[in-house]
């Protein structure tokens, strides 16, 4: 059975920093990534990483947040920088396994106040 387990989400000021983990399970994970979910608003990327480490990201968060993973621990960090209150989501881990089904964590949320 997949699972994906997130932590580190939580209340914090306009400009501090945050990291979510995401460690998953139950298979073999090739691309894993990170998407947010604003209210009222539909899923969008954040960031994505593939097995090999190449890193794709969202406009809005470059310069500030960085992806990374463990390929032993198929674990997967979002190190978010200099937060916005427009940052303020639902964070959602993916992982997709090479039969190419992808997965998603139930989210971690994240708020900025200003």
């Known amino acids: 059975q997949v699972q994906l387990v997130e932590s580190g989400g939580g209340l914090v000021q306009a400009g501090g920093s945050l990291r979510l983990s995401c460690a998953a399970s139950?298979?073999?994970?090739?691309?894993m990534g990170w998407y947010l979910q604003a209210p009222g608003k539909q899923r969008e990327l954040v960031a994505t990483?593939?097995?090999?480490?190449?890193?794709n990201y969202a406009d809005s968060v470059k310069g500030r947040f960085t992806i990374s993973r463990d390929n032993t621990k198929n674990t997967v960090w979002l190190q978010m920088n200099s937060l916005k209150p427009e940052d303020t989501a639902v964070y959602y881990c993916?992982?997709?396994?090479?039969?190419?089904?992808?997965?998603w964590g139930r989210g971690t949320q994240v708020t900025v106040s200003s």
């Open positions: 993916s992982a997709r396994s090479i039969f190419q089904t992808t997965y």
């Open positions: 139950g298979s073999i994970f090739g691309t």
């Open positions: 990483i593939t097995k090999g480490g190449s890193t």
